[in-house]
């Protein structure tokens, strides 16, 4: 899977976007960029993912530059609730072939502390 | 959420014991996984199973064995716990490969 690079940590206003970066330079073709952030002593939860074309859902949006080295998590009104680590992870699809059973490789993630 | 129980919570025990940990869905979700998260070293795979009785190893499975003898448990074993398995231990389900997981909340195991 490709390596991501994210900025170590984060702050955000509450009531405000928080915009998450996270780059992958190596990613191929039949990679997807998934997000996930934990909470602390929870379990990691699934936000978003995409291919290649911008997603949204309730609870963030995910935006995918066009040569997909680089993408931008959204939490368009973050909240307190919202003070997490957010893992950005690039994961294989199993049309690749081989041994393909779902892996993901968490890196070290963003803090992102919201602040009143 | 998303219909994922860890047992126990918490569990504290000795050097040589025998562990089992246990991951319990009600999703009837075919893939089942099991991680560690140590600080410096995020989420490891350890098992995984792609179905009843199909299990395989991950990139840590040294001192560890699971089995899945139906589709909603999932069970992790550490035959003679040594105090490196200290760790979080998380399960996750995911429907297919290339459906997100879903974790539970974690089994926090001391190794004294």
């Known amino acids: 899977d490709a390596k991501t690079t994210q900025p170590p940590s984060m702050d955000c206003a509450e009531g405000r976007a928080a915009n998450l970066p996270c780059n992958h330079s190596?990613?191929?073709?039949?990679?997807?960029v998934y997000w996930y952030r934990q909470i602390h002593s929870q379990g990691p939860q699934y936000i978003i993912h995409g291919l290649k074309n911008n997603e949204t859902n309730e609870m963030a949006s995910l935006i995918i530059t066009e040569d997909r080295k680089s993408s931008t998590l959204i939490l368009p009104h973050a909240t307190l609730r919202d003070t997490a680590v957010y893992y950005c992870?690039?994961?294989?699809?199993?049309?690749?072939?081989?041994?393909?059973?779902?892996?993901?490789?968490f890196g070290q993630g963003t803090i992102l502390t919201v602040h009143p | 959420d998303a219909g994922i129980t860890q047992s126990p919570r918490h569990k504290v025990t000795e050097t040589g014991t025998p562990v089992t940990l246990r991951c319990h869905q009600t999703e009837n979700h075919r893939y089942m996984y099991w991680y560690r998260q140590d600080p410096g070293h995020g989420l490891r795979l350890i098992h995984y199973s792609y179905g009843v009785k199909d299990t395989d190893k991950g990139e840590v499975s040294d001192g560890y064995s699971v089995s899945r003898s139906k589709t909603e448990d999932f069970l992790l074993t550490l035959e003679s716990a040594t105090s490196s398995q200290t760790s979080v231990y998380f399960c996750a389900i995911s429907y297919s490969e290339n459906q997100p997981q879903h974790f539970g909340d974690g089994t926090r195991l001391s190794i004294l």
């Open positions: 190596t990613i191929s073709g039949n990679e997807y």
């Open positions: 992870i690039v994961r294989v699809t199993s049309n690749a072939g081989g041994t393909s059973y779902g892996k993901l490789t």
